[in-house]
């Protein structure tokens, strides 16, 4: 298998895999969309959230892992959840059962989206490989 095809599959598997994560539950479900100028496509976000932590603007963290795991900690407070990809938009849904879609948009200041369900981007402080804060 080439590393082209190989890549190629991890992708696939990752969407996925993500997609069952973000599918498995029963939840209400809010779209932000039309905010983000040139919006990434599923492939593109995936390969830029899964398997990585964002550190959020106001000095909390999420880890979005391969499996659709969600694993953040705010004000010292961790929590939980799941992520996934649908229909070019990247979900979250925590505690309160309302999945949160937002498109998400890359330019060269970094990655934005919308992490809280407001009709606004949020550009994310950084993006960090794997799991550095050990997120659990």
Sequence with gaps: MSIVS???FKCA???GLALLAGCAHNANELEITGLTPHPMTAAEIAQVISDHTAVMPDGSFEYYAADGKLYGSSDGQPYQG???IKDNLFCTLLDNEIRV???VGRDAKGVFWSP????KITRIAELLPGN???LK
Excluded: L, Q, T
């Excluded at 809280?116 to 009709?119: L, M, N």
């Design 116 to 119: 809280d369900g407001e009709k």
């Design 82 to 84: 799941a992520w996934g």
């Design 101 to 103: 879609c937002s498109e």
């Design 13 to 15: 598997a990752i969407i």
């Design 6 to 8: 190989s890549n190629i």
């Design 132 to 134: 550095p804060k050990n």
